[in-house]
RNA sequence: GGCCCCAUCGUCUAGGGGUUUAGGACGCAGCCCUCUCAAGGCUGAAACACGGGUUCGAAUCCCGUUGGGGCUACCA
């Protein structure tokens, strides 16, 4: 049997990570057995569907390499064909008009939950408020007591019981269908033989058999996998913050990363927790994939990203940043000095945007002193140490890493204390904070005429907190 | 409420009857490196939800309980 999976997102917001986690399931199971990966629109939502999102996740799957075969199918334009379908249930009597309004169902529902009661709609509901000329949803017969087998790739078999399922709609009365309906019919139109997608499309899946029964179309093989949770154990929305692909690729996550991470969510080959992207799909098999609910453990995802920083050719990075100053609006640097804040940056961050964010005072003057930093040590008794570092650094005509050592050295020779002592009022003088790479770095990298502007302002401050 | 799913360190997970003093990773703690912070290296603390079975033997199989999650739309 051919392969051919699909990924099935609808345009009505960015590409959540959940989503995009199955659309990697689907892709690396296709591309692991020679497959077709497919991708489809699910636009039957006309108040909430967007292109623009179209558009977003288009980008989003692009970006993390997801590449699909073929035309994009888009279900708003194939709405005759459901319509014929749906027409034709009902003349086989499979199918039936339904003239009651989503409003007065919702008061029905309401109110036999509020008698601790189900509402559940029948045929018989199907003639009230019928009128010729009034608009209609189409629904599906649902005979009583069937059980429906559900063949799970994942959890094995699920059993339904077809009295638990009312006589759903599957074309609203805008002529759009729903999504049950569409996706039942273009699955077996687009001879569709694996879907993979989240749990909480089981429910879906007795409703999609029925159609595929009624319309005699094929089925294609199911695995449900569980959610990503966040980290209070609900399913991962937008409460819990960044949760799409744009916003981790805005944040300046890498693709590479992403992929990695959620594979790696759910799924598992062993000890490994890195993959690259030709790894995965050789090592991916539904087998790996669990059957509880994953935590989305940022922290950890933190930490991938920064393994595969570590790892890009540094010319990439260069242009990364490069981008990323430009669009903060910050001085582009020289792409000497550039490199050199790249090469200091690189092991103490972890996205690119960090790599600029953590490394301000390198491109402005006028960064704020961290308060505490400030208090400890911008104060008097540090004044002639960093009155003596000007002194001997200044002097330099060649400001090199060996020279400005030179000059640490003869102001410890000269105050007897140690490098510790000198290195942090420096740091805080020249960074703000007492966190930085390595103090000669720093001085280096910042030349001659900003430490000595740097180191004045620092003597400001001092002389300004004395008064 | 009903239906469905799930249950190993805080988190991601390996292990699926004896090989287990339950392994790896993130995080955490300590140490090394060291001018701070990182990165890197080493070490450590940390889990089979509970109760019944089945079995010579159960984290692993079965049942129940508890807990968590999902769904319950003319959303997808």
């Given at each position: 049997?051919?392969?051919?999976?699909?990924?099935?997102?609808?345009?009505?917001?960015?590409?959540h990570?959940?989503?995009?986690?199955?659309?990697?399931?689907?892709?690396?199971?296709?591309?692991?057995?020679?497959?077709?990966?497919?991708?489809?629109?699910?636009?039957?939502?006309?108040?909430?569907?967007?292109?623009?999102f179209?558009?977003?996740?288009?980008?989003?799957?692009?970006?993390?390499?997801l590449e699909?075969?073929?035309?994009?199918?888009?279900?708003?334009?194939?709405?005759?064909?459901?319509?014929r379908?749906?027409?034709?249930?009902i003349?086989?009597?499979?199918a039936?008009?339904?003239y009651?309004t989503?409003?007065?169902?919702?008061?029905?529902?309401?109110?036999?939950?509020?008698?601790?009661?189900i509402?559940?709609?029948r045929r018989?509901?199907?003639?009230?408020?019928?009128?010729?000329?009034?608009?209609?949803?189409?629904r599906?017969?649902?005979?009583l007591?069937?059980?429906?087998?559900?063949?799970?790739?994942?959890?094995?078999?699920?059993?339904?019981?077809?009295?638990?399922?009312?006589?759903?709609v599957i074309?609203?009365?805008?002529?759009?269908p729903t999504?049950?309906?569409?996706?039942?019919?273009d699955?077996a139109?687009?001879?569709?033989?694996?879907?993979?997608?989240?749990?909480?499309?089981?429910?879906n899946?007795?409703?999609?058999?029925?159609?595929?029964?009624?319309?005699g179309?094929?089925?294609p093989?199911?695995?449900?996998?569980p959610?990503?949770?966040?980290q209070?154990?609900k399913?991962?929305?937008?409460?819990?913050?960044?949760e799409?692909?744009?916003e981790y690729?805005l944040?300046g996550?890498?693709?590479?990363?992403v992929l990695?991470y959620?594979?790696?969510?759910?799924?598992s080959?062993?000890?490994?927790?890195i993959?690259?992207?030709?790894?995965?799909?050789e090592?991916?098999?539904?087998?790996g994939?669990?059957?509880?609910?994953?935590?989305?453990?940022?922290?950890?995802?933190?930490w991938?990203?920064?393994?595969?920083?570590r790892?890009?050719?540094?010319?990439?990075?260069l242009?990364?940043m490069?981008?990323?100053?430009?669009?903060k609006?910050?001085?582009?640097q020289?792409p000497?000095?550039?490199?050199?804040?790249?090469e200091?940056?690189?092991?103490?961050s972890?996205?690119l945007?960090?790599?600029?964010?953590?490394?301000?005072?390198f491109?402005?003057?006028?960064?704020?002193?961290?308060?505490?930093?400030a208090?400890?040590?911008?104060?008097?008794k540090?004044?002639?140490?960093?009155?003596?570092?000007?002194?001997?650094l200044?002097?330099?005509?060649?400001?090199?890493?060996?020279n400005i050592?030179?000059?640490f050295?003869?102001?410890?020779?000269?105050?007897?204390v140690?490098l510790?002592?000198i290195a942090?009022?420096?740091?805080?003088?020249?960074?703000?904070?007492?966190k930085?790479?390595?103090?000669?770095d720093?001085v280096e990298?910042?030349?001659k005429?900003?430490?000595?502007?740097r180191?004045?302002?620092?003597?400001?401050?001092?002389?300004?907190?004395?008064?």
């Amino acid at each position: 049997m051919k392969i051919v999976t699909r990924f099935a997102p609808s345009p009505t917001g960015a590409l959540h990570v959940g989503a995009a986690r199955t659309a990697i399931f689907n892709w690396l199971f296709s591309e692991s057995l020679g497959g077709d990966f497919l991708l489809r629109i699910e636009d039957t939502d006309r108040v909430r569907s967007e292109e623009r999102f179209e558009l977003q996740i288009i980008e989003s799957l692009k970006w993390l390499g997801l590449e699909w075969r073929g035309e994009i199918i888009r279900q708003s334009g194939r709405l005759d064909i459901y319509g014929r379908l749906a027409e034709r249930l009902i003349d086989e009597k499979k199918a039936y008009r339904c003239y009651v309004t989503a409003e007065e169902l919702g008061q029905k529902r309401e109110e036999a939950s509020k008698k601790g009661e189900i509402f559940r709609y029948r045929r018989e509901w199907s003639q009230i408020g019928a009128a010729p000329g009034k608009p209609y949803a189409i629904r599906l017969s649902v005979s009583l007591g069937e059980k429906i087998f559900v063949e799970d790739l994942v959890r094995g078999e699920i059993i339904f019981d077809s009295s638990e399922i009312e006589d759903f709609v599957i074309l609203k009365a805008d002529g759009f269908p729903t999504y049950n309906f569409a996706a039942a019919v273009d699955d077996a139109q687009m001879e569709i033989s694996h879907v993979i997608r989240g749990d909480d499309h089981i429910i879906n899946a007795p409703r999609q058999i029925l159609i595929a029964e009624a319309l005699g179309l094929g089925k294609p093989q199911l695995a449900h996998v569980p959610m990503i949770l966040g980290q209070d154990g609900k399913k991962l929305s937008k409460r819990h913050g960044a949760e799409s692909v744009t916003e981790y690729r805005l944040c300046g996550y890498l693709p590479e990363a992403v992929l990695n991470y959620l594979v790696r969510l759910g799924w598992s080959f062993g000890d490994q927790e890195i993959f690259t992207a030709k790894e995965l799909v050789e090592k991916f098999s539904l087998k790996g994939i669990g059957k509880s609910p994953s935590v989305f453990d940022s922290g950890k995802f933190l930490w991938l990203n920064g393994k595969y920083l570590r790892d890009l050719p540094e010319e990439r990075i260069l242009d990364e940043m490069a981008a990323i100053v430009v669009q903060k609006g910050l001085p582009l640097q020289s792409p000497q000095k550039l490199r050199k804040i790249m090469e200091q940056m690189l092991q103490r961050s972890e996205t690119l945007n960090a790599m600029v964010d953590q490394a301000l005072y390198f491109f402005i003057d006028d960064f704020e002193y961290d308060e505490q930093a400030a208090a400890k040590f911008l104060v008097e008794k540090n004044r002639e140490i960093l009155e003596l570092l000007a002194e001997e650094l200044l002097g330099f005509k060649n400001f090199s890493h060996d020279n400005i050592h030179g000059g640490f050295e003869r102001v410890m020779q000269q105050t007897g204390v140690g490098l510790g002592k000198i290195a942090q009022p420096a740091r805080v003088a020249l960074t703000g904070s007492t966190k930085s790479p390595g103090i000669f770095d720093v001085v280096e990298i910042l030349g001659k005429d900003t430490v000595a502007r740097r180191i004045t302002r620092a003597l400001d401050f001092i002389g300004s907190r004395g008064a």
